[in-house]
């Protein structure tokens, strides 16, 4: 059997701590606030940023969603970016995507102060993640890592095939597992066998969007796998990148979607809130 290593009982012991330091900062004058930058009309996107202000208020996070809607210019965007940045009551600041067409998601994202950067979106962050600096990780990809660490698997030593090397998700993913000594390998849409790369891995960490991608073959006995793929069903559920049917009884274990990544980096999304709100009131 296959062990399903569930995101849902650290998700919300983070959020229980989240909640007690965000009370902490209200009572000392700093109450965190989180906006949430959007211009889209996208529905999957709106339930999304919905989610996220509804999990944070109950931790006692301010969200405030700025809708531009989506006939936004990046002009507007990038204004309504720096403005936030450059507001003292803004504490953490993500810019939702889909954005609007001839809109660049890196782009924009350098408006957003690195302070607040609580989703690591600023090309800055992720240059300081690389260098081993003081930085907001993308939520997704620390979420990797803390779900391997609440199930207690080590990292360090071992081989880890990280499918996907987007900006937010598998480059992010790589550098942080790096940092914890594993050994890291990074497929994407041109690598050529990847059953190859992924079957010589202790540690699979999928996410490159494509449902059931990883399957029995894909994977070595004893193999543990991190499903980070969130793909829309026709049902309106969600599935992953890996196989779940086709891995069981081969895998050590595996991320289960939905309830494995996804609700940690809501979690954390919402802790680098108020660890950004905590540097605030330091400073202050
Ligand atoms: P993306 O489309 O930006 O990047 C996908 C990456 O996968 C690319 O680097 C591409 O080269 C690689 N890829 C695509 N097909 C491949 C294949 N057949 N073999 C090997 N590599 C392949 O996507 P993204 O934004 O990085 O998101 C990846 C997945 O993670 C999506 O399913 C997304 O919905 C999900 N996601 C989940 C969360 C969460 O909180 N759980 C957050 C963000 C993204």
């Not at 004058?29 to 889209?40: M, S």
């Not at 450059?86 to 890196?106: E, M, N, R, Y």
């Amino acid at each position: 059997m296959t062990d399903l290593l569930s995101g849902r009982e650290y998700a919300a012991r983070l959020r229980e701590r989240t909640a007690a330091e965000a009370a902490r900062l209200a009572a000392s004058g700093t109450p965190p606030r989180l906006a949430v930058v959007t211009a889209t009309a996208d529905e999957s996107s709106a339930w999304y940023v919905r989610s996220i202000a509804r999990a944070a208020e109950k931790c006692g996070i301010h969200c405030d969603i700025a809708d531009l809607g989506p006939r936004a210019t990046p002009a507007d965007i990038g204004a309504r970016l720096a403005g936030l940045s450059a507001d003292h009551a803004t504490h953490g600041i993500i810019l939702q995507t889909p954005l609007p067409p001839g809109a660049s998601a890196q782009e924009l994202a350098a408006e957003i102060a690195v302070a607040k950067d609580v989703d690591g979106a600023n090309p800055l962050s992720l240059g300081r993640l690389a260098a081993g600096l003081p930085a907001f990780a993308p939520a997704t990809a620390e979420a990797v890592v803390a779900v391997l660490d609440a199930h207690g698997i080590e990292v360090a030593g071992r081989r880890v095939a990280v499918v996907g090397r987007s900006t937010v998700v598998g480059k992010p993913a790589a550098l942080l597992l790096l940092d914890r000594d594993a050994t890291v390998t990074v497929a994407h849409s041109r690598t050529q066998d990847l059953a190859a790369l992924t079957g010589a891995a202790d540690i699979v960490v999928a996410a490159a969007g494509c449902p059931g991608l990883i399957t029995a073959d894909h994977i070595r006995p004893g193999a543990i796998l991190v499903d980070v793929g969130t793909n829309p069903t026709p049902d309106g559920g969600l599935t992953g990148d890996i196989d779940a049917a086709s891995v069981d009884g081969r895998a050590a274990a595996l991320t289960p979607v939905p309830g494995g990544v996804g609700p940690v980096t809501t979690a954390l999304l919402l802790q680098h809130t108020v660890r950004a709100a905590a540097e605030a009131n330091g400073a202050a």
